[in-house]
Each structure stands twice: as structure tokens, then as C-alpha cells.
């Protein structure tokens, strides 16, 4: 049995756990004070007793757990035709604990869910057939193999052939990198409804060992599939201080949102940069200064007052900036009828999520930076986190930041060629690998970049135009939707360059894609597609040439 399994055998802290714990201790000192025979038996029949109880409160949690299991696959929020599927494959218990999570995630942001082992589905199901959503957690065993609940569908379902043009899913993939086959299964079963005409959602978000921060990525998809980005994050980031160096508008006159390029430096000068184009930031967001005012007064609340955080104490009001704060009038009067100290207050309010920012830039560059477009809510407020970035936060102020690492975006390990193309904001992570490549000697890059409008919104046109001129950056398509009648795409320019795109990948390119995933990443890919065909197309992606970072 491997060191994970004998894990998540054994009981945790929770009550199974207690009893074999305090079991033990109990008969061990007891064989201590007793001696002969006499006290041996008295330990030994202790113990058996005490074992007894264990496999008690075992079965009951297990039955419990089964009953939960039975309400989500047979009543309640997921009896909707509508619902969305959930399925899991699991080996150890850790993809099924994921998908009861993220089930009651979606559950608890109003959205009609059905949970179901993966093994319990075949062609003849509704529920693949015809469902109009399915997120599937599964792990890998073996050799990259599906779990032994789910090695009948991996042999039989998808052995045969069958058409899902109307089903959207997604894939979180759990692995553990230190083994061949890493996410083999996940992989596997995303290609295989690529294959038979289902649509992704989003990337397959993959799982090394647990992690925490992959995870979150898959609570940021969940909160925007929802429609619910508010989602308190499963495990909270251990964020670092940073600090703003400086923030500059990247498209004044724009008809579009504004954009921002900013630049991030840590608040420790001894802190070492570390990261790899192609990685992600979290952040720590705040809510608006005037939004914290305005429900201070609401409740007739002093924000000088001390409340404790944890281990830590702070004012009331830099309290409730890293708080979720209620936004409807009902929410606030319930607030306001319920006595409550100020203390009382912050404890049954949620932490903010944390927002996610692919990296503009290079250690080497001595500082971190991002392209940030902010996002305009319906009552005319900004996003959460966009707002907090591009207008609540000053030049100099801190803020929390956390580096993810995000390997499936990595650069290519060797000297090919390298086709980027993305749009608006995308090009961050364009720009890093951008900058990568340059650092590496390595000058066969083409990109491909769409935006609004040239003369307002060619973002980083100094920089580009300096790439050209050095000849680092071998081919440039730009595609400005709005500078003709007739609206242009990246993906329209991408199309018109299919012989070349031909000739780039017969010579081994790798293409990367970053930027929106409903418009601009589905044309890429359509266009991907029509160009290579499908089985070049999942040969580059299984081989690392062929990455997204999409949302």
C-alpha cells in the first residue's frame, strides 16, 4: 500500500481518530499499572472494547456519508432536468471528497446539481448523451489507468463511438507528479469527448499532489461558471506583502475598459524573485474604501474599534475590507436586526476570494507585472478585483500576492519554433514567454494579437515594435476588430495564415494560446481544427506543443 493510501486509511483527527488515540493511551497505561496476567487481559479486552466503538463511529460516518451521497444522486436541488452533473473516479476518496465539494459549491450559488460515480454512466444515460454540463474529478492509478470504480467505463463506454455535440464539461485531473502517467486518466477522458464533438468549459485543471493552489483555479472556474465569483475560497492563499510600484493606463480613449499595466514589487527588498513565464498570481483583494464607509454607517459602527483576526489584532473597518460585505438591502436589514458586537460582526462574515492575474514579466526584470482590464459590474461598480488594483489601491501601497506555479503553461524545454497568439489582456503571458525566449537566444516566434483598436488599444506597441525590429519576433498579425466595417478576429487572421501556419508546425512549433475563452480561444481552436485536423491537433497538446491559459 502506497504512503497516500496507508493516509487516507488511517483515521484523521476527527472522532475515529480520537477514540483509537485515546484507546491506546488508555491501554498502555493501564499494562503499565496492572501486571501479569491479569492486566493484560484487562488490556486486551479494553482495547477490543475501545476497537468495538472505533468501527461503530467508522460504519455510522460511512453510512452517513452514503445517505448524503443517495440525496444528491436521486432528490432535491439535483432532481432539475437541468442540473449540472458532477461525476467522480476516485481511488482513495480524494477525487469524491473534491466533487461533494464542488457540488455544494454550485448548490450553495443556486445552481441544480446531480452527483454520480463515474462508473454508474454509459452511452445509453441521459445524463452523457443529453446533459448540457458534466464536471468530472477523477484521479489516475496504475499506470495511468482510471480507478477501479471506473475501469468498466474507461474499457466499454469509452471504447465505443458517440456523438456529445451538446454536452460542455470540464476536467479536474488529480495526479501526483513523482509518478509516470501523471493525470493520465484525466487526460485521457477529456480527449475522448474532445474527440466525439463535446465542448470545454475550460482547460483540464490538473491536481500534483493535492494542491492547494490548483485547486483554487478550479473554485475559479466553478465561481465563474456559477456566475458566482464570491465562492470563499476551499484553502486560503499564504499570500506575501508586495507592494504597487506603479500603475499606467495602457489605452486612454479606448472604447473599451480601461487596461492597466502595473508593476509589483515584494514589500521585503531580501525577498527573492521566482518564477517561470507562463505562472499565475494570486491576490489578496479589498473591497473599495466607500463600500466598508457606507455599511459602517449602515450599522452605526465606530471602524477604529478593535477586533481580533486570528491571532492578530486590527481595526473594525481594515477588517472588513478582506471581508465578503453584503451587497442587497434584505442581507443588510437581517444584519442590522440581529444584536451584535463588532467582533460578532466579522466572525459570520466570509474572507474574500482571491483573484487570479497570468504574469506579465521576468525575475530578471527585478520586479512582477500584470495587464489588468477592469471589469464594470451592472450597478456600475468595479470588480473586485480589478477594482481594488487598478483605482482603490495607491502607488506604494501593499497588497497580498501569492506566485502559482502554472506548468502546463510553461515554455518549451527546447529550440522550436513558438506561435503565440491571445488578445486584450492576454497578452500578458504572452508577453512573458515573449521575453523568455528572447532571454534564451531563441528568435523563430510569431504572434498573433486582436484588440479594438490600433490606435487606442495596441497595448505594449513600443515594446512589439522593438521585438520586430531586433528581429526576435519573425511574423506579426494584428487584428483590430473595430478599425474596419466588417469585424476582424485574431482567429480570422490566424485562418488567413493557415499555409503558413502549416509550414511553422511541420517544423515543430509549439502554439500558445492565452487570453478570453469564449470568443477568442474557441475560434483559435476551431480554426486549429480546420487547419491541422484533430488527431495532429491532440498529438501536439498531448506532447506539450499545443497550451492554453484561458479564462
Known amino acids: 500500500m502506497s504512503r497516500r493510501a496507508i493516509a487516507d486509511f488511517f483515521p484523521g483527527p476527527g472522532l475515529p481518530g480520537l477514540v483509537c488515540a485515546v484507546g491506546a493511551t488508555v491501554a498502555v497505561a493501564q499494562m503499565r499499572l496492572l501486571d501479569g496476567a491479569a492486566g493484560r487481559l484487562f488490556a486486551a479486552a479494553l482495547v477490543l472494547m475501545l ?6 463511529v467508522v460504519f455510522a460516518g460511512h453510512r452517513r456519508k452514503q445517505q448524503a451521497f443517495a440525496r444528491w444522486e436521486a432528490g432535491g436541488a439535483g432532481a432539475e432536468a437541468d442540473a449540472i452533473v458532477v461525476a467522480f473516479a476516485s481511488q482513495t476518496g480524494f477525487a469524491e471528497q473534491l466533487a461533494l465539494q464542488t457540488a455544494q459549491s454550485l448548490q450553495a450559488a443556486g445552481m441544480a446539481v446531480r452527483l454520480c460515480e463515474l462508473g454508474r454512466l454509459d452511452l445509453a444515460q441521459l445524463q452523457l448523451q443529453l446533459a448540457q454540463r458534466i464536471l468530472f474529478v477523477v484521479s489516475t492509478t496504475g499506470e495511468g489507468d482510471a480507478p477501479d470504480s471506473a475501469a468498466g467505463f474507461a474499457r466499454k463506454v469509452m471504447g465505443q463511438e458517440g456523438r456529445f455535440e451538446g454536452l460542455r464539461y470540464g476536467v479536474l485531473a488529480l495526479g501526483d507528479r513523482s509518478y509516470g502517467h501523471y493525470c493520465a486518466f484525466g487526460h485521457a477522458l477529456d480527449a475522448w469527448l474532445r474527440r466525439h464533438g463535446a465542448q470545454a468549459l475550460f482547460d483540464t485543471v490538473e491536481v500534483d499532489a493535492g494542491d492547494n493552489g490548483a485547486l483554487r483555479h478550479w473554485q475559479h472556474h466553478l465561481g465563474v461558471l456559477s456566475g458566482h465569483t464570491d465562492m470563499a475560497d476551499w484553502s486560503a492563499p499564504t499570500y506575501k506583502r508586495w507592494r504597487l510600484a506603479q500603475r499606467r493606463l495602457l489605452n486612454p480613449g479606448s472604447a473599451g475598459a480601461p487596461a492597466f499595466h502595473l508593476a509589483l514589487t515584494p514589500a521585503d527588498a531580501r525577498q527573492a524573485l521566482s518564477w517561470q513565464a507562463g505562472d499565475i498570481v494570486e491576490i489578496g483583494p479589498r473591497n473599495a474604501p466607500a463600500k466598508v464607509a457606507a455599511l459602517l454607517q449602515a450599522l452605526q459602527m465606530d471602524g477604529r474599534q478593535a ?12 477588517l472588513l475590507s478582506r471581508r465578503l460585505l453584503p451587497d442587497d438591502l434584505p442581507a443588510l436589514t437581517a444584519m442590522r436586526a440581529l444584536p451584535s458586537t463588532p ?20 525575475p530578471q526584470d527585478g520586479r512582477l507585472e500584470l495587464l489588468v482590464r477592469q471589469t464594470v459590474l451592472a450597478d456600475g461598480s468595479l470588480g473586485l478585483g480589478s477594482g481594488w488594483l487598478t483605482a482603490h489601491l495607491g502607488e506604494g501601497d501593499e497588497l497580498d500576492l501569492r506566485v502559482r506555479e502554472n506548468r502546463s503553461f510553461h515554455p518549451p524545454a527546447s529550440d522550436i519554433p513558438l506561435i503565440l497568439i491571445g488578445n486584450g489582456t492576454g497578452l500578458a503571458g504572452l508577453r512573458a514567454h515573449m521575453k523568455a525566449r528572447i532571454a534564451a537566444g531563441r528568435h523563430r516566434n510569431w504572434l498573433l494579437f486582436g484588440e479594438r483598436s490600433e490606435q487606442h488599444d495596441f497595448f505594449q506597441r513600443e515594446e512589439v515594435g522593438r521585438w520586430r525590429a531586433q528581429g526576435v519576433l519573425q511574423r506579426l498579425d494584428l487584428a483590430f476588430s473595430r478599425d474596419q466595417t466588417a469585424r476582424v478576429y485574431v482567429q480570422d487572421k490566424l485562418r488567413e495564415a493557415g499555409d503558413e501556419l502549416l509550414r511553422w508546425v511541420d517544423d515543430g512549433a509549439a502554439i500558445y494560446v492565452c487570453g478570453s475563452l469564449e470568443g477568442m480561444a474557441a475560434g483559435v481552436a476551431q480554426v486549429l481544427h480546420e487547419t491541422l485536423g484533430e488527431e495532429m491537433l491532440e498529438t501536439m497538446a498531448a506532447s506539450g506543443r499545443y497550451r492554453r491559459d484561458v479564462y
Open 51 to 56: 476497537y468495538c466503538v472505533f468501527c461503530l
Open 307 to 318: 477586533v481580533r483576526d486570528e491571532t492578530r489584532q486590527t481595526s473594525l473597518s481594515e
Open 343 to 362: 467582533q460578532m460582526l466579522v466572525e459570520q462574515l466570509r474572507p474574500l476570494p482571491h483573484r487570479e492575474y497570468s504574469i506579465a514579466s521576468l
